[in-house]
């Protein structure tokens, strides 16, 4: 709430939300305000079930991945030393949330 209210103050401000780990509700208003939010390997994770239930709410041309080196490894290596290499795993499970081929979403992903 606090960043909503803040953001609100700003209409032409440009903004990213690093690391999202939010609700739909959130992309929504994120959306309004004009921002952009961007998934790391967090929404690859088991227990990231509400964030990934919201993900594909998210509009292609609003959505970024990265991978937040060397934090936030994707499921198969969490718990270690996230590489840059690993963001195809974190857009690859954002592609299958999307239900659609990462060479399809890709294009439409801002970078």
Same mark, same amino acid.
């Given at each position: 709430?606090?960043?909503?209210? &803040?953001?609100?103050?700003?209409?032409?401000?440009?903004?990213?939300?690093?690391?999202? =780990?939010?609700? %739909? /509700?959130?992309?929504? $208003?994120?959306?309004?305000?004009?921002?952009?939010?961007?998934?790391?390997? &967090?929404?690859?994770?088991?227990?990231a079930?509400?964030?990934?239930?919201a993900?594909? =709410?998210?509009p %292609? /041309?609003?959505?970024? $991945?990265?991978?937040?080196?060397?934090?936030?490894?994707?499921g198969?290596?969490?718990?270690?030393?996230?590489?840059?290499?690993?963001?195809?795993?974190?857009?690859?499970?954002?592609?299958?949330?999307?239900?659609?081929?990462?060479?399809?979403?890709?294009?439409?992903?801002?970078?």
């Amino acid at each position: 709430s606090d960043a909503y209210r &803040i953001l609100s103050d700003y209409p032409k401000l440009k903004f990213i939300v690093h690391c999202f =780990t939010g609700t %739909a /509700d959130d992309i929504k $208003w994120i959306v309004k305000l004009g921002g952009y939010i961007s998934l790391s390997g &967090i929404v690859t994770f088991s227990n990231a079930k509400e964030l990934q239930a919201a993900v594909p =709410t998210i509009p %292609a /041309d609003r959505l970024l $991945w990265e991978t937040d080196s060397p934090f936030l490894s994707p499921g198969p290596f969490r718990g270690k030393r996230c590489e840059p290499s690993f963001v195809v795993m974190t857009a690859q499970k954002v592609a299958d949330l999307y239900q659609t081929p990462l060479t399809k979403l890709a294009p439409l992903v801002r970078s």
